[in-house]
Nanobody, 113 residues
Framework: QVQLVESGGGLVQAGGSLRLSCAASGTVFRRNNMAWYRQAPGKQRELVAAITSGGSTHYADSVKGRFTASRDNAKNTLYLQMNSLKSEDTAVYYC???????WGQGTQVTVSS
């Protein structure tokens, strides 16, 4: 059974940083393309960042230069380093296994202005 478990969310002031983690189990993590999504209240879920099995990355324009996706295949873990956070980054952040369309349960990020 595949499980994706996010952690690292919380409350941070604007301009601050957070690092999200997504621990994967039950899958051959190193082979899978992964992504981070977010959903703000009243808005549709949107792609934040994607990372291929080979480590290539893609970012939404709104987070380019501020967020960095990475992965540690030895630890079966996906990361999202978020810097220079803004109030509009407030959302529930989800980890997704793109190769098999699995989702984590989400972690709340709240940025206070």
């Amino acid at each position: 059974q595949v499980q994706l478990v996010e952690s690292g969310g919380g409350l941070v002031q604007a301009g601050g940083s957070l690092r999200l983690s997504c621990a994967a189990s039950g899958t051959v993590f190193r082979r899978n393309n992964m992504a981070w999504y977010r959903q703000a209240p009243g808005k549709q879920r949107e792609l934040v960042a994607a990372i291929t099995s080979g480590g290539s990355t893609h970012y939404a324009d709104s987070v380019k230069g501020r967020f960095t996706a990475s992965r540690d295949n030895a630890k079966n873990t996906l990361y999202l380093q978020m810097n220079s956070l803004k109030s509009e980054d407030t959302a529930v952040y989800y980890c997704r296994d793109l190769s098999y369309d699995y989702w984590g349960q989400g972690t709340q990020v709240t940025v206070s202005s």
